[in-house]
């Protein structure tokens, strides 16, 4: 079975540009959520959904923002990036909603923001 | 239960010996922790867990001992090997109403010499 898949893997861009990024759960989980790892740090959490609301926020800006989709993939969006958005960016999805489910992680799509 | 700075802890060993791995946690609301294990470039992966209602839990090769009196995890690797080598990550979450927020701590580096 396909576990949690990231796509892109890598992506460079610039101060203040906006970026994509797109996970896709493992069959059947319909909660994903998104966290944020620094060099040299545990990941933090951003957000999480499901069946399509979110559910959950961390301390993140406005910046950034996500959605979930029908078939339960999701898109994490980062407007005017800064340099300190440099990071891996994680997802992971567990069965349902609840805090004591498994969240098993993608590998990541690391963004290098110049 | 926010992990902070650049400088993580390491623990070297020798293939064959068995390796402690400890967390401490802070929120005594938390009642469901994780270990991950993370290689370097991927995803942390999933490797036990544990909830509050438990103090120990054995899987192969490894085993989460909690204690809730002093709020601390430990993870024991028996025959330690080289593939064992990567960052060890703690996780936890206050279940409920958290939606499985995720707080990691700081992490730790196993070594594992031939």
């Known amino acids: 079975d396909a576990g949690v898949t990231q796509s892109p893997t890598h992506l460079i861009k610039t101060r203040g540009q906006h970026v994509t990024l797109r996970c896709s759960p493992i069959?059947?989980?319909?909660?994903v959520s998104w966290y944020q790892q620094v060099l040299g740090q545990g990941p933090q959490f951003i957000f999480q959904?499901?069946?399509?609301?979110?559910?959950g926020r961390g301390n993140f800006p406005d910046r950034f923002s996500a959605r979930q989709f029908p078939n339960y993939s999701s898109e994490l969006n980062v407007n005017a990036l800064l340099l300190g958005d440099s990071a891996l960016y994680l997802c992971?999805?567990?069965?349902?909603?609840?805090?004591?489910?498994?969240?098993?992680f993608g590998p990541g799509t690391r963004l290098l923001v110049l | 239960g926010e992990s902070v700075g650049l400088h993580l802890p390491t623990l070297s060993v020798q293939e064959g010996d068995n390796s402690i791995i400890n967390c401490a946690y802070s929120?005594?609301?938390?009642?469901?922790f994780i270990w991950y294990k993370q290689e370097s470039g991927k995803g942390p992966q999933f490797i036990i867990d544990?909830?509050?209602?438990?103090d120990k839990r054995q899987g192969q090769r490894v085993t989460v001992l909690l204690n809730k009196t002093v709020k601390h995890l430990s993870l024991q690797i028996a025959a330690t090997q080289p593939g064992d080598s990567a960052v060890y990550f703690c996780?936890?979450?206050?279940?409920?109403?958290?939606?499985?927020?995720?707080?990691f701590g700081q992490g730790t580096i196993l070594t594992v010499h031939p």
């Open positions: 544990i909830r509050s209602n438990m």
């Open positions: 959904y499901y069946e399509k609301e979110e559910r």
């Open positions: 069959s059947g989980h319909k909660s």
């Open positions: 996780a936890e979450s206050a279940g409920g109403t958290s939606y499985g927020k995720l707080t």
């Open positions: 992971a999805s567990s069965w349902v909603l609840d805090g004591s489910q498994t969240q098993y």
């Open positions: 929120n005594s609301a938390s009642d469901y």
